[in-house]
């Protein structure tokens, strides 16, 4: 919309195009010609007067006005060229904070990871230990079923049975 509203030319624009047309209108009917030996000032009609000041002085307004609309479009240039940069650097800073942002979850995940890991070796580790426990419990247990069987299969009391004291008897 601002692009539009640039390149729209102004009023003003309008009546300088108007003044250079009917400057080169009255050159033409004038039949004179630009030759490059003469000063700009001795531009004549056939007759002198008034007339050749006021297309002179509708030149330099020309001129004038040329140069200000080169010094507003320069300035516009510069004026959207320092916006572009300033979005740019702008974008480049959200970048920035994104991959940040994206950096600190990333590591924030292999932290959890990392925990969830040690969480599950402790409890894998606890299971074992349960189980190895239960398994030298029930060791213990047969072997203590075990040695009052063979007491009395041997008809001995438990304490100092003699079968199982010396297993080469």
Known sequence: MEIERNLAAPPFVHCCCRALLLVLL????????????????????????????????????Q???????????????????AQATLNSANATLRAAQTQEQNNANVIAAQVAATAEFNRANAQATLVAAGATQSAALTQDALRQTQHTTICKVHRQPDTGCASHADPAK
């Open 63 to 81: 001129e004038q006005n040329n140069a200000e609309y080169q010094a507003v479009a320069t300035a516009e240039m510069v004026r959207a060229n």
């Open 26 to 61: 009255t050159l033409v009917a004038c039949g004179t010609f630009y030759e490059p030996s003469h000063h700009p000032t001795s531009i004549s009609c056939g007759y002198s007067g008034t007339s050749d000041q006021a297309i002179l002085a509708a030149a330099q307004t």
